[in-house]
């Protein structure tokens, strides 16, 4: 995907593919692939991967745009009008300068281009360090902000406004989950879905040991899709073992990039993650430097990757604390009063490396922002949708969002599970994890969601509902009561590891890659002359960084090191201006 920005038509142009849109407003993009469409006196210019006809671009009420299918924008041009649209739920990101000058689907594009001299966003650091993305719409730059979620941004003359063209709220149902669809409905639904999501040409899919991956895998051989699958990690790592056997036993090409290579570890690792930081700045490039990695290695002979991500989140309840949903982000909804929230985010561990002189005033000031947006969430829905509302506007695009946009930059990435049609009607039945019970804790109340994924597979491909995933059972198991001994046991299990032995969590080399570039990584934190962090404190963290070392620890660790690198390199942009 092109990246593109919008600037006002008095501005230097950048030197790259210029579209004049209006006598006060031009467009730039980062190479000449994006499609240009006029009917009756209509424009509309596409970026990305839209997966449709012309027609419907048309037809489409302009509101409706984010409703079609692909990962893409639109900008549609009409009477000296322009609206910019990003696709369903905003997952892909649209910047924009506080002052308008500048409209972006990157933040590094603004700064790059611009010649202003962005300040640092401290509120923005405390969100990352606290929820692993920020939590409202700040970026790294207090002068560039992210459009919300469910908003376009419309130019008219020099005006440029924001509107809102859906509510979040609505997709959630009020009625009794009994009487709504069966999974049989649900499920045929899907398998149709997937059918325009898979491109006529050879694609790849992220094949792991889950369910989202294997489910997608399933659907592409019911529809006699050409296509080959792929895994990373280690090679005894599960999401390699496994998939491998199971694509062994179908017969399809399937490969693994392995991660415990030396080359990786000593080159590949950094290279990667300094990259990704620097496409987005205040992401945690150490901890997803494989995903930009592996999205490469695909790119070199595929044009399509089909991907599994939202799956999990949309088909079980969230639970488990960690890098989508962090013990901070829990607190915040799991406590009961605005003194609650208060003391436990003042007194977070993810940000008790800061110097917190220098973040008391924006400390306090972003508590209340918190307590203030929890209070706003709609107090007619269930505890759990409440929770979700904030799942579907803020952790799908900026999380999940955030990799696809960054595997946009290499290949067309398609995501089936991000399907308004579909989600629309899974939120009207009880095998949507925003309407079961708020953090459960029960297997068997969270495998109602899985159900689901069984029945797509029972109706797609018989070998694969037979074949035992990472989870210890096989989609079958799901199905029939005579079975549930091989779901619990393995549940069982794992909770008896987790409590009796420490695990190794260096299944991705995120570990050795740190440990193997440290000696770049501390000169790097040498050179930053900002004093937000005790770096004492980090270095010591990082001398003790280990296999075993606490996955928690290990990516607070990780993402304090990317917002200094990323700090780093906005300091040395501002000196070169």
């Known amino acids: 995907m092109n990246h593109f920005i919008i600037s006002k038509s008095n501005l230097q142009p950048f030197g790259q593919s210029e579209v004049k849109l209006t006598e006060q407003w031009n467009l730039t993009i980062q190479g000449k692939k994006y499609h240009d469409y ?8 596409v970026i990305g991967d839209y997966i449709g006809k012309k027609e419907d671009l048309f037809t489409t009420e302009t509101n409706d745009i984010p409703k079609l299918r692909g990962n893409f924008y639109a900008i549609i041009i009409k009477n000296e009008k322009i609206k910019i649209y990003s696709s369903f739920l905003n997952i892909l ?14 933040v590094e594009l603004i700064r790059k281009n611009s010649k202003a001299n962005f300040s640092i966003d401290k509120k923005f650091i405390l969100e990352i360090l606290l929820f692993n993305y920020g939590f409202f719409n700040r970026t790294l730059y207090q002068d560039i902000q992210l459009v919300p979620c469910n908003y376009f ?4 003359l020099e005006v440029v406004t ?21 999974v049989n409905d649900l499920s045929t639904l899907f398998i149709k879905t997937t059918k325009f999501y898979f491109p006529e040409t050879p694609f790849d899919i992220a094949f792991t040991s889950g369910f989202d ?21 280690r090679s005894n790592n599960d999401d390699v073992t496994i998939p491998k056997k199971n694509a062994e036993d179908l017969n399809i090409k399937y490969q693994y990039f392995d ?20 496409q987005y700045p205040g992401a945690n490039g150490f901890i997803y430097s494989h995903f930009l990695y592996s999205t490469k290695k695909i790119a070199t002979d595929t044009n399509y990757l089909l991907s599994g991500v939202i799956g999990s989140e949309l088909f079980r309840a969230l639970h488990i604390t960690g890098a989508v949903t962090s013990k901070s982000l829990a607190d915040i909804f799991i406590s009961n009063t605005p003194q609650e929230i208060r003391n436990k985010i003042s007194s977070s561990p993810a940000i008790k490396h800061l110097k917190k002189e220098e973040f008391e005033t924006d400390l306090e000031e972003l508590i209340q922002e918190l307590i203030t947006y929890k209070d706003s969430i709609s107090k007619n829905l269930t505890k759990n949708q409440q929770f979700y509302t904030f799942v579907f506007e803020e952790v799908f695009r900026k999380f999940f969002g ?3 946009s960054m595997q946009m930059n290499h290949i067309n990435v398609r995501t089936p599970f991000l399907d308004f049609k579909f989600i629309t009607e899974l939120l009207k039945t009880k095998y949507a994890g925003a309407n079961n019970d708020f953090f459960t804790e029960n297997p068997l109340k969270r495998m109602k969601g899985q159900y689901l994924y069984t029945d797509i597979i029972k109706k797609t491909n018989s070998k694969i509902y037979h074949q035992k995933t990472g989870k210890g059972y096989r989609p079958k198991d799901l199905r029939e009561s005579i079975y549930i001994y091989k779901i619990i046991i393995p549940f069982l299990l794992k909770r008896f590891k987790r409590k009796t032995k ?7 080399s995120i570990i050795s890659g740190v440990l193997a570039n440290k000696h770049h990584i501390k000169k790097c934190l040498e050179d930053v002359e900002y004093t937000y962090f005790d770096f004492s404190s980090i270095n010591k963290m990082l001398d003790n960084l280990s296999p075993y070392t606490p996955e928690k620890e290990r990516d607070s660790l990780l993402m304090m090191i990317s917002v200094i690198l990323a700090i780093k390199n906005n300091s040395l942009t501002n000196s070169k201006k």
């Not at 009917?39 to 210019?45: N, P, Y």
């Open 259 to 278: 991660l415990g290579k030396k080359t990786y570890i000593d080159q590949d690792y950094y290279t990667n993650a300094k990259e990704y930081i620097k």
């Open 153 to 156: 941004l419309e130019l008219q």
């Open 162 to 182: 924001m509107h809102k063209h859906f509510e979040t709220a609505s997709l959630f149902t009020q009625t009794s989950l009994k009487k709504q669809k069966k």
């Open 402 to 404: 955030q990799w696809i």
């Open 38 to 45: 006029n009917d009756t006196g209509t424009r509309i210019i």
């Open 502 to 508: 420490t695990p190794n969590l260096d299944n991705l």
């Open 213 to 233: 991956g294997r489910t997608l895998v399933s659907c592409a051989t019911y529809h006699n899709k050409d296509f080959k699958t792929f895994s990373f990690g």
């Open 93 to 106: 990101p649209i910047y924009h300068t506080v002052d308008n000058t500048y409209i972006s689907s990157s």
